[in-house]
Each structure stands twice: as C-alpha cells, then as structure tokens.
DNA sequence: GATGAATGAGAATTCATTCAT
DNA sequence: GATGAATGAATTCTCATTCAT
C-alpha cells in the first residue's frame, strides 16, 4: 500500500470504515483507526474535526458507493420478473461484497440513525430505488400482484439480504458452514427470490 | 424508594438490560446503570463481576425469556397453515412487546456473538423451535412444498420479524408513522405471514 | 473450629495475623479477614474500631507472645557458652514456631515501626533479654571477649535468624529445598551458632 | 521544568522506585508516582501497561544495578583475608547508598518473590558472587576453614548486612542515633567484618 | 451479639483530543 | 503536512466503613 502524502485522507477514511464496521462508534479506538492507516494520531485530527466527523465521513462514503451501485445502468434484461430478479441479486452481491456497508448501517439503526440523519435523511431505501420502480411497473402491467405494499416488500428484501451477513458470524457457528463461501451465499439469494417472486406474482 | 435486598440484583439486571438495549456494551455506562437502578454503584459489583458479566447476565435472563416463550403450551389450532401463522405471529409479538430482545441480539450479532456464545451457543433459532416442528409435519404431510430449506426459511421468518423492530427508528422517519403502533404492527404481521405462506404452500 | 460467641474476637485476631502477616496491612483485606474468621464484617468492627485497630491488636498479641518466651523460665544449663546456645536456640526456635511473628516485625520494620510503635516502643529486642543478660554475665566473668558491642551482637543475631525466615520463599526456589524442614533448620541453626560462640568466646 | 521526551519514561522509573520502596506495591499510589515524576498519569500507562508492570520493571532496574556492582573491576588487594572484608565493605556500602535495593528486595522477600521471578530468578545471591569466589579460593588454599557452608555463610552476610538497614527506623529509635551517619555505618561494618572474618578464619 | 445490604471516597485505567516542534 | 509526547476528563473498579433490622 502506498504512503504518498495524498492518500493520507483516504487510508484513514478507509481504516476508520474497517474500524468503525468491525466494532461501531463506541467500540472503535481512535488509535487503532490511526495505527491501521499508518499515520499519525494527529493528522487523523487535521482532516477530520473529531472521532464522530469521521464517522459520519465514513457514513457518508458508503452511502455514496450505494448510490452509485443504484444509478449505474442496469444489467436487467428480459421481462419483469427476470429483472426483479437481477435486482435482487445486484444488491445482494453489492452487500456481499461490501461486508461493511450493511454492519455500519445495522450499527447506526442501533442507534435510531442519529448519525446518518446527518447526512442523508432518505438514503435508507436507495439502493433499492431500482427495484422499486420495476416493481410498480410490474404492478401497472399486471404482470405482479396489484395489492404489493411496495414499503413493506422493500423493507423484507432489505431484511432478508442483510440480516443474512449481519448474522454471518452466528449463521457459521450454528451451522457449520462458511455463510459467505460462494455457493453457501448463492443458495441462500435462490431462496431469497424464490421467497419474493413467489409472492409478487401469486395473486 | 423501596431497598429490599432481594430485588436490588433484579433492579440492576433491568437496568442494566435498558441501557445494553438501548446503547450496547461499549456505549452503556456503568453509572447510567447504577443510576438507573438506584444503587450504588458499588453494589453492582457486589453482585455481578464486572460490566461483561452483567451483560452476559443480561444476554442469558433474555435467553431464558425466549425459551419460556417457546416451550409454554402452543396456543395454534387448526390446520398446519393455520398454525404456521400463529406461530409467526406469537414470534413477531414476543419481538413487539420485548423490544430489548432484538437489540440485544444484533449488537451481539454485530460483535459476533462472542459473549453469547458463553451463555448458549446454539439459542439463536430457539424462538422458533415450534414453528420448525410446524414445517416439519406440513412436509412430511405433503401440505408444505417438500423442498423446503428449513435453515433458510427460519433465517428469512427471523430477519422478517427483527429487521423491521431493530429499524424501527428509522422507519419512523422514512414513513412519517409509529411502527409500532398496534395497526402499524398488524399490517407488517400480515405481510409476513403472506410472504412466508404463499412461498411454504406452492410448490 | 468452635464458633461459640465468645471467641469471636479470638477467631478474629487469629485470622487478622494470618492474612496481615501474609500481606501486610496495605494489602490486607477486611472482608478475607472476616470470611477467614467466619464472622461476619460488621462484627469485626464491633470488636476492633478500624482495620488500624486490628492491626495494632495484632501486634500487641505478637508482642505478648514474645515477652512471654523471653520471661518464662529458662532451660539453660550448663556453662555460659552452653546457655547462649540455648537462648539462640530458644529464638530461633520461636521463629519457626511462629511464622507470623518476624514477617509482622519485618513488615513493620518497612513502614518504620510507625504502628508498633503505638504499641511497645522498646519492644524489639525483647526477645533477647535474656540473652543479653548472659552476654553481659559471660563478659564480666570474662568467659567471652571483654570488648562485645551488645547493640551490634542482639543485631546481627536478630539479622541471623529473622532474614532466614523472611526470605524463605526465594531460599527455596535457590537452594531447592525447603528451608523450613527440620534437619535444613537444624544446619541454619548449627551455622548461627557457630557464627556467635567462635566470636564471642575469641579475643 | 524540563519535558524532553526521553526522560520522562526515567522520571517515571525513578519516582516510582522511590514510591515503592518506600511503601510497597500495595501501599503505593499510582497518583503520586506521576506528581512526585512530574508528568500526566496517562503517561505512566503510555510507557508501562500497568502499576504491576511499573513494579516489576523497578525490580528489574535495581537487579541491573547489583550486576554492574558485582561486575565492575573489584578494588580488593592484598591477601585473601583482606579482600573478604573489602568485598564485605563494598556490598554494605553499596546498599547504604542504595537504600531503595534493600527495601525493595524485602518487601519482595515478603511477598514471596512473586513478582521478582519474573525478571531474574537466581537474581539473589549475585550482589555476592564476587565475595564467593573469593571465599571458595580461599577453603582450597587453606586459607579459610574448610568446612565452610557457603549458602549459610552468604546468607549470613546478606543478613547481617540487609537486616541493619532495613530497621534502621527501629534502630534509630531504639538506639536514639542516626544508624546511617557515616561513623555508626562504620562500626556496623567493623562488627560485621570481626563476625564474619573470625568465623572463616579459624578451625 | 449478629447479619447482609449499602455507601462514599478513592484508586487504577482508558480515551479523545491538543501542544510543541 | 507530519510527529510523538502530553493532557484532563471520564470510566471501570475497589475498599474500608456503616446502616437498618
């Protein structure tokens, strides 16, 4: 990893993110943050005002890396329901592979998101948008369930794709397998459409 | 202001639960605790051996709770359907009424169960024992699809239930309504209980 | 053990000498001495004022101890010689019998005898009165040399037995016996001994 | 008041041997070490994980300190004899000018050399090595007593030597003089050397 | 005499933050 | 930009002592 002045900024946002997800606000040291981005304590305070400006910097990163999975051009090809389901897997594997995005925003619903209030009120629901707006098309077209409460069927993907990682430690102990190990995770995204394309085209 | 001996441990434990609940290990104050449990603070170390062992304390009277609520005379009836449901129901309103419990279990679920493991290693799907006994028959009796993944299902019914408690901050602010508010709940139940069932009855 | 109410104080006194004598009073505990007295805490305090007082207590009782040695009636027979090997013995002896008593003096002796000297202040040599008044017979019947510094003599024999006691532990982890079984006694003894009589008796 | 960043940690060491000599482990205050060393008590867990580790380190420091004493070119000339009583005189004086050593090693001794174990085991003896090399040459060349036990013998010495100071407070008292004013350390010597030489010396 | 719970003052340890260079 | 030492305010934990019964 390079140590050119620069990128100071951003080996301490990128340590702070890996604290920060690894043991929230409170768990976190800023020492630790410090010692993994290889610099000095207080250079971490010259670009960041305070422990929790640094969250909330990190808060705000991961909320655009969301943002920016959300609006890229969409790979879903086929009819609706091929395209739900693509949508699905997209943020699913978003999470999976951006393991810290959905421990930070579990670490802050703890905490009734009174940092991440700060910095986008609305945000919660963003890296579903997409999937919303196939859905009310669907639903336009007939070719899904009228009756879809699309806050409710958002909120239950939300919570079946992350509770899934955000357990991922207890999931391994209890069932002695490696949740994240590709076909584990590739299993566990089958029953998580078949859950939901059953329901949205079933009237 | 009564001071009786016997309920001072008591007082502390349901203290300390409100403030593990409400901020986790690293961010509750031993003093709030105290405070809150109007002891001095000293006699919180009489009868627990530090902060880590009060909440483990913590950790397992919920644990107990929830095997007390699993084990007590099931109240369903009729049809397996119709007791899948009440299963999902009396699970989502034991969540409902004891909003310590879901936090609990997802700040240990963020740290990676490590004190839980102390307590119980295997009590994460205890709740909903029942409910896995239910599937079970309705396999074997041809009612439920037979291909069921019970691991999976139990992971979904669970993340259903506790995603939407554990957000409920957040919600709030998103919706503009009390998610907890008795027909707010209701509606949510009823998602749920259709999601779950319209998937477990089609093959 | 009896537990009848009237030795109580007994039982505390006899607790309090083995845990000062096993820590000193800065590391002594109130509540090990009362469990060790089986008592309860409060009862300490109806007995003796503070943890000082009981300290002090202590003392006095080892003090008492020692004066009732050195004033019983001697068994030194014999000449001169033979009665300082006696009264060495005699200490020495008292010593090994009564392990508490050099590790209180030496823990005294460290604080600067500020609590013994609550007590007794001439107490310290006591324990060998009844040497020195053979010393000073064997010096004017000019059996020993005419020039002994009595000061420095009761010193060093003091020094002689008290150190090997004092230092037990670590003498046994050097030596790889243990020092306080009795032919190892036996030889410290011999060797005392023969320090003082060569010196006493040569010119 | 200099702030120069290496000393700080040898303020530290320096206040706290002070500190605990004079009180012990359990006596010591961690507060007043960092007053009497003139820094923030969090620089004293900056530099030593804890008071036991600051102990231990004090321990280890003073070990140093005999090792270069018992090191360094001896000074003893002439016959055997003669450099018994200069290796004598150089190790009494050394803990008269040391008064920290001696304290520290008993209040050590008292504990069971628990924390002394961890530095340097066979630590004890060596501020003597040099005196048993001579009295070693000394049994070979006839010279001193053949039968000489040189265990007893040394710690005899370190008895004689230890136990002076260690109670000079008592002594002081006792004797109503300063046993540390340069003329009564001399008789002390003298009376230790006449008990030791004559012993060596004859048959 | 006896008990167990309770307490306030203090002691060790930790942390985010800032100063001097 | 960068550094290492320094700090004050908490925070956890401990202890001798006392109260209510």
Request: glycine share 4%.
């Amino acid at each position: 990893m390079e140590r050119s002045a620069e990128n100071s900024k951003e080996r301490i946002l990128s340590a702070a993110e890996e604290v920060f997800a690894a043991r929230g606000i409170d768990g976190a040291r800023v020492d630790e943050i410090a010692n993994q981005a290889n610099i000095n304590k207080r250079m971490l305070y010259h670009y960041f005002q305070s422990k929790e400006e640094l969250y909330i910097a990190v808060l705000r990163a991961n909320f655009e890396k969301v943002l920016a999975i959300s609006s890229r051009p969409f790979n879903g090809t086929g009819n609706l329901k091929e395209q739900v389901a693509t949508a699905i897997g997209n943020y699913f594997y978003f999470l999976a592979q951006n393991p810290h995005f959905a421990r930070l925003m579990t670490w802050e619903a703890l905490q009734g998101g009174v940092h991440a209030r700060k910095v986008l009120p609305a945000i919660w629901e963003e890296g579903l948008e997409r999937l919303k707006a196939i859905l009310e098309q669907g639903m336009s077209q007939g070719v899904f369930r009228p009756d879809l409460d699309l806050r409710q069927l958002l909120t239950s993907i939300n919570a079946l794709c992350s509770y899934y990682f955000i357990n991922k430690d207890i999931l391994s102990t209890l069932w002695d397998i490696d949740p994240v190990q590709p076909d584990v995770l590739e299993k566990r995204l089958k029953h998580i459409r078949d859950l939901v394309l059953n329901y949205i085209t079933r009237p």
